[in-house]
């Protein structure tokens, strides 16, 4: 978009809003391709919503290259670029608004900002001059030079002290032009490629797989005899309290560090195996529970303690189907039965049930939208209506549908202690919580012998909750098995049910799907 144009030598200039941009999934791609930055937390669905993320987000670097060149498309001369400093305060997900703001420009330099959904997300401080850095000692030690993969490399925080290395640049020139050709004019094709290099280093080297990208502060550096081709780079700093690695990075063209932090991999649940000492191989036996977003999780837990005590389980999934035929074909080894059904709180809830042959006995409703996104007010109303789509008209469609069929059901309602504790940046999400509770009550008021069983869960190690730093969190298997066996006792089921009346499903998912 136009954007008014602005003469270095005015100082105090500030407030210009640059550019604005929606971030696509094609975005995404682009991006990956041209950087070799594949990280899944940046082009998996499915393996983005099992970070702390808990979706997709636009990588930190491409927010970066887009905003210098807005800014160098915004003025037709500009002095050279003498250091640079980049802060990722906050994470920025595909189809937010999102803008670049001019906060401040003079002949010293500028200072650029991010905006997301009103938040925050990103700061830029850069510095004009001449380059004064010559290259440091360590750029003519040798190191190891690493080949380009699409897989990103796993590492604990104890391992990553002795990573070093070179990368070879994956952006061409012929991109940087494309995709930045205000900032490849202002800043030439190799300082854009190194910039991108970093986004490779961090999200595919080190950290590497389970990592995010914090800060990046770079100087122009003299040209040197040395013809360094990538960016050579080497970890000098490991904080494990809070889990931040730091790199010195080098190019030709710049010298600087690099900051990520190490975040916590996807949580594991307990397996089939660990819990068969834990229930009796009968005690479920004779329920068939539909378990709504069972495939991971606290749903992926419940589904399979029910199936490890004899009863039948189908998990449902929105996006996950991977994760849902993993959980199954886990419980089929272990001589448990399990189906998986594709279940979308947003969509009518009748139709999506019309394959199940025989109505469930039970039900636990896991069903869970991306629970806490930084933002700059207290309250949000489009957020509150998301979590009121899932938690009390979701929930709401989901009970009318299920009592068409069978009127006595016993069905797990997940409430939080963040309804009462209420930390920061939850209270759209306590707010519908609570309007669940209410609706959960007055079911039981007026509907029985449908039930709901209410329960506000502690804190638990789960995708979404997981920290960069420590924080208390109960055990889910603590927390989980006394709810199940009370929900599950609510409709005590006669054995002589047991597998023979396993619904018959219309199109059994195979691996392939």
């Not at 290099?197 to 990592?211: D, E, N, R």
């Not at 329920?287 to 189908?314: C, H, P, Q, W």
Request: glycine share 6%; hydrophobic share 40%.
């Amino acid at each position: 978009m136009g954007s008014t144009q602005l003469d270095p030598s005015r100082e105090g200039e500030s407030l210009t809003n640059l550019a604005q941009k929606l971030f696509t999934m094609h975005d995404q791609t682009r991006f990956a391709v041209a950087s070799g930055d594949h990280n899944p937390i940046h082009i998996n669905h499915v393996a983005a919503r099992r970070t702390q993320a808990g979706a997709i987000v636009v990588h930190g670097i491409n927010l970066l290259l887009w905003a210098l060149d807005a800014f160098a498309a915004s003025k037709p001369k500009l002095l050279p670029l003498r250091s640079l400093r980049a802060q990722f305060k906050r994470l920025v997900y595909l189809d937010e608004p999102t803008s670049v703001i001019l906060e401040r420009v003079d002949e010293a330099g500028a200072l650029l900002h991010v905006f997301a959904e009103d938040s925050l997300k990103s700061e830029f401080f850069l510095e004009f001059g001449s380059p004064s850095v010559i290259a440091p000692f360590w750029s003519t030690d040798p190191l190891e030079v690493l080949t380009h993969s699409q897989e990103a490399r796993e590492f604990d925080l104890e391992q990553i002290p002795k990573i070093s290395g070179r990368l070879a640049f994956r952006m061409t020139p012929k991109d940087a032009s494309a995709y930045y050709p205000a900032a490849t004019k202002w800043l030439g094709t190799r300082l854009i490629e190194g910039l991108a290099a970093t986004s490779q280093l961090v999200g595919m080297i080190c950290p590497g797989l389970h990592s995010i990208y914090s800060e990046l502060s770079i100087s122009s550096r003299i040209p040197s005899d040395l013809a360094e081709d990538g960016l050579a780079f080497r970890v000098t700093k490991t904080n494990p309290r809070y889990a931040i690695v730091t790199e010195e990075v080098l190019t030709a063209n710049f010298t600087g560090t690099v900051k990520a932090f190490l975040r916590i991999p996807p949580m594991r649940q307990a397996t089939m195996q660990s819990l068969a000492g834990i229930v009796a191989h009968d005690e479920f036996a004779g329920s068939l529970a539909l378990i709504v977003g069972g495939s991971r999780g606290l749903g992926e837990l419940t589904a399979k303690l029910i199936a490890t005590g004899g009863g039948r389980v189908i998990v449902t999934w929105q996006t996950g189907n991977t994760d849902a035929l993993r959980v199954a074909e886990e419980i089929r080894l272990s001589g448990g039965l399990c189906e998986t059904l594709r279940y979308d709180t947003r969509e009518t809830a009748d139709s999506q049930l019309t394959s199940l042959a025989e109505a469930p006995t039970h039900t636990y409703y896991f069903a869970t939208p991306l629970i806490s996104r930084p933002r700059s007010d207290i309250y949000v109303a489009k957020r509150f209506r998301e979590f009121l789509s899932v938690y009390v008209d979701g929930f709401w469609q989901l009970t009318q549908a299920l009592r068409a069929r069978r009127a006595e059901i016993s069905i797990f309602y997940p409430s939080s202690v963040f309804v009462s504790e209420r930390p920061p940046g939850m209270t759209e999400y306590a707010m519908a919580k609570a309007a669940g509770e209410t609706l959960c009550a007055d079911i039981n008021a007026q509907l029985a012998p449908t039930h709901v069983t209410v329960k506000r869960l502690p804190r638990l190690p789960t995708d979404q909750t997981a920290s960069l730093t420590a924080v208390k969190t109960e055990n889910p298997l603590e927390v989980m098995l006394p709810i199940v066996r009370e929900v599950q006792l609510r409709l005590a089921i006669p054995t002589t049910h047991k597998l023979s009346t396993y619904p018959d499903f219309s199109s059994r998912p195979t691996r392939s799907q």
